[in-house]
């Protein structure tokens, strides 16, 4: 039904005309725009009303009345002058250095967009808001102690500038990443010291790397001393993978009912090489990456499983294999195979970043060559390409399957009960959650200790979550906790924390 759905969308999608000289009249209701301090704020999604409840994108306008936004799994926190403001996905109740303030409703993701109820910022941020039916529009008026629309933060202890990356030089002295937020460039030398790390907010995993990891197109953050040192580079991204159900009109859609939309600078590749989006079809496996704040498509991966090999002339590819049959992590090899025309120069690709791998003839017309995986690789389902070469005639194929890699373990999104929390109950439900990177969980991996005794045994367990449901009573006092999952290509990830009974 799903697919049918999707599918019928689509053809009504490539039934319009498309014209960028003169669009079609948006006969609609016109969406909900935010002024904020005199200045309209662009955005995209606008606010929306769900149950007669008005609400607004909470990191675009946090940040455009001029406040810092830090997303940790469900929690999002917020600096207004020297108190520190958060809010809990699926939670009514916002804190102000502790301090408990309930909301209309719980923040709620629509589509990897993060809504708050207007009232969170009158209420919880000291703003006034409204709203005006006629003009359809949100004003918000803040004296906060902030930035003013130029992507320049003060915090506590120095400066933050956040923006869609435009470009990164790592071969000038010193390295510099250029930002850009609402109009103003900005270039910034980075200190060679700066942490540099880089965040797929999806599954809420980060990891280390260098300055040339930050993709232009990515939104980024650039902590700095109240000197202008960098101390820290944040890049962030969103991805979403899945499978091709439908195609039309720069649109497709995946089969979890997701519609991806080509943009002007998407960059496309298709089993390696460069394509465009006419190029891509159903049952084709991609990656999708865009950047979080705009929700701009900056880059799709698209792999197609191809039978048989390809030919070129004289030249052919009958198979190509290798002894990848799980995900793969630093240090492992894979050893590729390739059959063809004898007497020829033979390379594979792995994915758009592993290209030329060069492989030797050891018997007539059979190829061997292996790639080791280097320390931060991170792919997940990305196509293996033989390609061989005889004179000037080149041909390739791909190998049946994908292979995938990680260097990081899962993340964990979520725990429970808190840290340091307080509870009332000698029984108390324990639960972790998990949130893996370009490799799946393995749920078999997952362990649980309560006070050092191992309680796996009684926990229910999947590649999503662990929990503990105690038979017995705990008695009053502290109570440690350590969980312990890995990814299927073996990358472990430990967390410990600690709660307290008190039932008297």
Not at 361 to 374: D, H, K, L, W
Not at 401 to 427: L, M, V, Y
Not at 473 to 487: F, N
Request: hydrophobic share 40%; proline share 7%.
């Amino acid at each position: 039904m799903k697919r049918a759905i999707a599918l019928l969308a689509l053809a009504l999608l490539a039934a319009e005309p498309h014209s960028t000289a003169s669009p079609k009249p948006n006969t609609g209701p016109r969406p909900i725009a935010i002024v904020i301090n005199g200045d309209v704020l662009a955005l995209d999604p606008p606010p929306r009303f769900e149950r007669n409840l008005l609400l607004v994108p909470v990191r675009r306008t946090i940040e455009a009345l001029g406040l810092s936004y830090e997303r940790s799994g469900k929690v999002i926190t917020t600096q207004v002058g020297s108190k520190t403001v958060t809010l809990t996905i699926g939670s009514p109740v916002a804190q102000i250095d502790g301090e408990r303030v309930t909301l209309d409703a719980p923040p709620v993701d629509f589509h990897d967009v993060l809504y708050v109820p207007l009232r969170f910022f009158t209420d919880v941020l000291g703003a006034q808001a409204s709203l005006d039916r006629r003009a359809n529009t949100v004003t918000i008026v803040a004296q906060l102690v902030g930035r003013s629309f130029n992507g320049l933060v003060k915090t506590g202890s120095g400066l933050q500038r956040f923006g869609t990356v435009a470009a990164v030089d790592v071969i000038s002295d010193p390295p510099t990443i250029t930002l850009e937020s609402n109009g103003i460039v900005k270039t910034i030398p980075v200190a060679p010291n700066a942490a540099i790390d880089v965040q797929d907010v999806n599954v809420n995993v980060t990891s280390p790397g260098e300055l040339g990891d930050v993709r232009p197109g990515d939104f980024a953050r650039v902590e700095m001393r109240k000197d202008g040192r960098v101390t820290r580079v944040v890049d962030e991204y969103g991805s979403r993978s899945g499978r091709i159900v439908a195609i039309a009109g720069g649109e497709f859609v995946l089969d979890d009912g997701q519609v991806i939309q080509d943009g002007r600078t998407t960059e496309i590749s298709l089993n390696g090489r460069a394509a465009s989006f006419d190029q891509l079809a159903p049952d084709d496996e991609v990656t999708v990456r865009y950047n979080v704040e705009t929700n701009e498509v900056r880059e799709i991966l698209a792999s197609r499983s191809a039978v048989g090999g390809a030919a070129v002339g004289a030249v052919q590819v009958t198979d190509v294999g290798s002894d990848a049959n799980h995900p793969l992590h630093p240090g492992d090899v894979v050893h590729v195979t390739m059959h063809g025309t004898p007497g020829g120069s033979a390379s594979f690709d792995i994915g758009p970043d592993v290209v030329d791998q060069a492989m030797e003839q050891r018997a007539p017309g059979v190829y061997f060559g292996s790639y080791t995986i280097p320390r931060g690789a991170n792919f997940n389902d990305v196509a293996l390409i033989g390609r061989l070469t005889v004179g000037s005639a080149t041909a390739q194929a791909p190998a049946p399957g994908s292979i995938s890699a990680s260097s990081i373990g899962p993340g964990i999104a979520d725990f429970a009960p808190d840290e340091n929390a307080t509870i009332n109950t000698n029984r108390p439900a324990v639960y972790a959650t998990f949130a893996s990177d370009a490799v799946p969980v393995n749920a078999a991996s997952a362990l649980l200790w309560i006070d050092g005794r191992d309680v796996t045994s009684e926990c229910v367990r999947t590649a999503e979550f662990i929990q503990y449901l105690p038979s017995y009573d705990y008695p009053d006092g502290q109570i440690h906790v350590t969980v312990r999952v890995a990814d299927e290509a073996g990358n472990t990830t430990t967390k410990s924390w600690t709660f307290w009974i008190r039932t008297r």
